[in-house]
T-cell receptor
Framework: SQKIEQNSEALNIQEGKTATLTCNYT??????LQWYRQDPGRGPVFLLL?????KEKRKERLKVTFDTTLKQSLFHITASQPADSATYLC????????????FGGGTRLMVKP | GAVVSQHPSRVICKSGTSVKIECRSL??????MFWYRQFPKKSLMLMAT?????????EQGVEKDKFLINHASLTLSTLTVTSAHPEDSSFYIC???????????FGPGTRLTVT
């Protein structure tokens, strides 16, 4: 079965630094990988989608990479701010149509002022 | 992105009763909606895919007779937890996927507590 691993321990960084979160997966080769942000007690919010033929995708201070050989995606937040503190989830698109998302356990990011 | 609402946001019920949760797609018609469950400090688990005008598709291990899904219109899907038990206490979240998109847009979630 599919296994998705995100660093389960909370990531604590100082404001202004770059946060890097990891998503590793096994047993599948998705054509799409997505990243979501989830705040406590709220539903996830879509951030970025990256395709298998894209090495990198950027959106403002966010950058996602997708290495299909390593079966890994990295999620970067540059110039981090306390408001970036949240749990970040990666999700594999299991049917390549967006109807079967399998989520990782998420990584909690804490940005300290 | 799409705007999705859920009601109620929080509900407490007694064991053995049924609870209905509504999910509405506010700015586009959704032929397909998704229902997830999330336990504390765990990730989202897909429970079922709600299809407008037809039966829902349930994931393995999810009892269709316990979690009744009705997708009666293109903007509304409901999840009814029947004969709720304390182990059904969880955070229930719905989502929609716009046509020609791969990403999903989630509602704010419903916190169910069964006493």
């Amino acid at each position: 079965s599919q296994k998705i691993e995100q660093n389960s321990e909370a990531l604590n960084i100082q404001e202004g630094k770059t946060a890097t979160l990891t998503c590793n997966y096994t047993n599948y080769s998705p054509a799409y990988l997505q990243w979501y942000r989830q705040d406590p007690g709220r539903g996830p919010v879509f951030l970025l989608l990256i395709r298998e033929n894209e090495k990198e995708k950027r959106k403002e201070r966010l950058k996602v990479t997708f290495d299909t050989t390593l079966k890994q995606s990295l999620f970067h937040i540059t110039a981090s701010q306390p408001a970036d503190s949240a749990t970040y989830l990666c999700a594999l698109d299991m049917d390549n149509a967006g109807n079967m998302l399998t989520f990782g356990g998420g990584t909690r990011l804490m940005v300290k002022p | 992105g799409a705007v999705v609402s859920q009601h109620p946001s929080r509900v407490i019920c007694k064991s053995g009763t049924s609870v209905k949760i509504e999910c509405r797609s506010l700015d586009f018609q959704a032929t397909t909606m998704f229902w997830y469950r999330q336990f504390p400090k765990k990730s989202l688990m897909l429970m079922a895919t709600s299809n407008e005008g037809s039966k829902a598709t349930y994931e393995q291990g999810v009892e269709k007779d316990k979690f009744l899904i009705n997708h009666a219109s293109l903007t509304l899907s409901t999840l009814t937890v029947t004969s709720a038990h304390p182990e059904d206490s969880s955070f229930y979240i719905c989502s929609v996927r716009p046509d020609r998109s791969h990403e999903q847009y989630f509602g704010p979630g419903t916190r169910l507590t069964v006493t």
